[in-house]
């Protein structure tokens, strides 16, 4: 029998499939002091040290040590590194990690500069220079650079802050030549980023190592999940692209270092979003998961991934209710991970908050899986445990796969499959992704001539009190011999054609129109600043999500000020007012949060509020022959109402977004073009819908194509 096999609802549909684990092999060859490493690792470390130029895509799965095989050879040498992370709770975790491994083995501490760097953090840093006004983001990640004179650096950051400071949006200068000046860049969990993400880091990493000034030379790529275009695109542009493969083998069967570890992985049809629900109507049986102890007699320790932040809360509270005298924690969005939580909890209840990167112990997991990629990424939170563990993990998986392993279970008369296998079933019954390929033809050149411009050219900014700078470009004697190098990775990157007068004038006007919305790294989206009165904490988050499940209270900028200034009196000044006033300039409304709504959804309507709005959203426009731009003058509607919206309203019409309106329903376009449950559309007046952020380029994109097509 199947463990809790007696414990079940009613007319639970489930079947169970034997998950096999993975081995890599272990080589004797020295690499560190009790360390025996793996081929990747061995192999990686004789690249960096021998190649002139590199770009390396490490494809070793989760679990085997892909970040050592970077940093041994970086400490070793004493190299000045720039690494990458997906979240800013992994740059910290990883910060960690450093520090350790520099400690473990012996290294001076001394002879490394070890700096994680956020946005909070750059704040943090800005502390220490007291008696100089006016220091910006650019110039302290510049001296943040700096102190790696003499010794080894490594830095870690969030592709957000590269991005930006290499586009200059910090506005300064010499930070692009401080980047340029370290000997490697390192990008983890690369398959995480979007089409328009990777294809910018790897045109402006290849535009950096093809400079003669650069120093920069070495860059890697570290991704269990392979991306074979990146990799084709890397070597067709004539890049020194090397890939290490997945070289493991299966746990049962052969010989070597666990990885990762044999699964008995209970499988039940679910549907995205709605995963909370099933597990509520089958409670019980999952107070039991949690409650029983591991074989040692030890508290096993419970992870549970979902989908939405409602999801969370709602199982979150469950089962901390069935659960007295275990420790329940939840991490996401509203609620961000802590270093006792993820050491403390007997069950924790997420959402992708914890899907990479952070390593913390995990018995059991219980997860959904409604896409390829979220299955593979989640299982893989189970590892580093003993050869003879099997641990057990429940999945929610569409319909589709589920209807698909039940009958190859009944075929077999059970399910037994190795970790290639299932991922191989996985692809032939679930979506592989949305095809974006016009995307790096159409946009992708405007957003690489845009990096290109900026540090060339130059140009004229405002700071946020409206005073101009100016901000030189390269000698104009030098200019034209640049402008050829650079465009001519433009067109091996994303054209297939030359780029003449006429194509770069339209490069030029086209691309500073759409400027706000192809500079950042992860697009825009409206978000309110909120007091959540839950943990009496400042946040920005979601709108959508406050308008749609929030029990909210809107109110104006003034009085939201005025409330917080009455709520801490006298830590207002020291603890909450520099906090406020370095988030209220992303704020689209302002509100008080009490909590969720319970199983109450809003339906949440944009409409215009002026002929400007309609004439720059493009209103009257044919469909094809709209663009997406910086709008405002948005408002929005709810049902049931909330009685304060109009305070958000009075906000939100001022409040700039890059836009793109489109006649059809999101529901439409969703089945029209195949989207997926994480493109997203929103209602706009007239059966309309509007995307923001990104995800208006891409379905501006996806338009235009089917037109083109039409025509």
């Given amino acids: ?83 990458v992370y997906p979240t800013n709770a992994l740059v910290i975790d990883q910060k960690k990690q450093v520090d350790r491994t520099i400690e473990k083995y012996g290294y001076d501490p001394r002879k490394y500069h070890v700096q994680a760097i956020t946005s909070d953090l750059l704040a943090e840093e800005k502390m220490l220079y007291p008696d100089e006004t006016g220091l910006h983001k650019g110039q302290l990640l510049n001296r943040v650079i700096r102190k790696g004179r003499g010794r080894g650096l490594i830095l870690l950051t969030n592709p957000d802050i590269l991005t930006l400071a290499l586009k200059n949006a910090y506005y300064e200068h010499n930070i692009r030549e401080a ?71 299966p746990l049962s069967s052969s010989e070597g270092h666990p990885v990762l570890p044999r699964l008995s992985l209970e499988i039940r049809c679910g549907a995205i979003y709605r995963t909370y629900e099933l597990i509520k109507d089958n409670l019980d049986y999952f107070v039991d998961l949690c409650s029983r102890p591991r074989l040692d007699g030890k508290r096993a320790k419970t992870v549970f991934i979902l989908d939405g932040i409602y999801e969370v809360d709602e199982i979150f509270n469950a ?41 913390f112990n995990v018995d059991r997991l219980v997860f959904s899986g409604y896409s390829k990629s979220k299955f593979l990424q989640r299982i893989g939170r189970l590892r580093s445990k003993p050869s003879d563990e099997v641990c057990e993990a429940v999945c929610f998986v569409p319909e589709v796969l589920y209807d698909h392993l039940k009958g190859l ?109 192809l500079l950042s790294y992860r697009g825009s989206r409206f978000q309110a600043l909120m007091f959540d009165t839950t943990d009496d904490r400042l946040k920005l988050y979601d709108l959508m999500y406050l308008l749609r499940r929030g029990d909210v209270e809107f109110i104006s900028p003034q009085k939201f000020a005025l409330r917080l200034r009455n709520a801490f009196k006298g830590d207002y000044d020291a603890e909450l007012m520099p906090r406020y006033e370095s988030m209220k300039r992303f704020a689209a409304g302002y509100c008080w949060y009490h909590g969720t709504m319970g199983d109450q959804i809003r339906k949440v309507l944009f409409k215009g509020d002026s002929s400007e709005h309609h004439k720059k959203i493009m209103f009257n426009s044919a469909d094809h022959a709209r663009k997406p731009r910086m709008i405002n003058g948005f408002k929005v509607e709810a049902d049931p109402n909330i009685p304060t919206l109009s305070h ?52 501006d994109c996806l338009i235009r194509e089917e037109h083109a097509r039409g025509r």
């Avoid at 069950?347 to 899907?355: G, H, I, K, T, Y």
């Fill in 1 to 83: 029998m199947k463990p809790n096999e007696d414990i079940q609802a009613d007319n639970v549909e489930r079947f169970f499939a034997d998950l096999d684990g993975l081995r890599l092999q272990q080589s004797d060859q020295d690499y560190l002091a009790g360390f025996r490493a793996f081929e990747h690792q061995i192999e990686t470390d004789r690249l960096i040290r021998t190649s002139e130029s590199l770009f390396l895509f490490n494809h070793s799965p989760t679990g085997s040590g892909k970040t050592i095989s970077w940093l041994k050879t970086a400490l070793d040498s004493k190299m000045k590194v720039i690494t």
């Fill in 319 to 359: 089962l901390r209710d069935a659960l007295a005298g275990m420790t329940v924690e939840r991490v996401d969005g509203l609620h961000p991970a802590s270093p006792e939580k993820l050491k403390d909890f007997d069950v924790l209840v997420s959402n992708s908050s914890v899907e990479v990167g952070i390593d």
């Fill in 409 to 517: 279970a009944a075929k077999r008369g059970n399910l037994k499959l190795t970790r290639k296998e299932m991922a191989e079933q996985l692809g032939k019954v679930m979506e592989s992704g949305l095809d974006l390929s016009s995307y790096s033809k159409m946009y992708s050149p405007m957003e690489a001539y845009l990096y290109l411009k900026a540090r060339i050219k130059g140009g004229t900014w405002r700071d946020e009190l409206g005073e101009e700078h100016h901000e030189k470009g390269m000698p104009e004697s030098i200019q034209g011999e640049e402008w050829i190098r650079t465009l001519t990775l433009i067109e091996k990157h994303f054209l297939d054609r030359e780029i003449d007068g006429q194509m770069y004038d339209w490069l030029d006007s086209e691309s500073w129109q759409l400027k706000e919305g």
């Fill in 179 to 249: 980047i340029r000046s370290v000997d490697m860049v390192v990008v983890d969990e690369f398959h995480l980023a979007s089409v328009k993400q990777r294809d910018m880091l790897l045109f402006m990493m290849h535009e950096m190592s093809n400079d003669k000034r650069s120093r920069l030379s070495k860059f890697v790529f570290l991704s269990a999940t392979p991306d074979h275009q990146i990799v084709y695109r890397a070597r067709r542009v004539g890049l020194n692209a090397v890939v290490l493969d997945d070289k493991s083998s």
């Fill in 648 to 699: 958000l309203n009075d906000t939100l019409t001022d409040y700039e977004i890059f836009a793109r309106l489109i006649d059809q329903s999101g529901s439409y376009l969703k089945a029209k073009f195949n989207l997926g449950d994480f493109f997203y559309l929103y209602p706009y007046s007239g059966m309309r819908s509007v995307a923001f952020g990104h995800d208006a380029l891409y379905i």
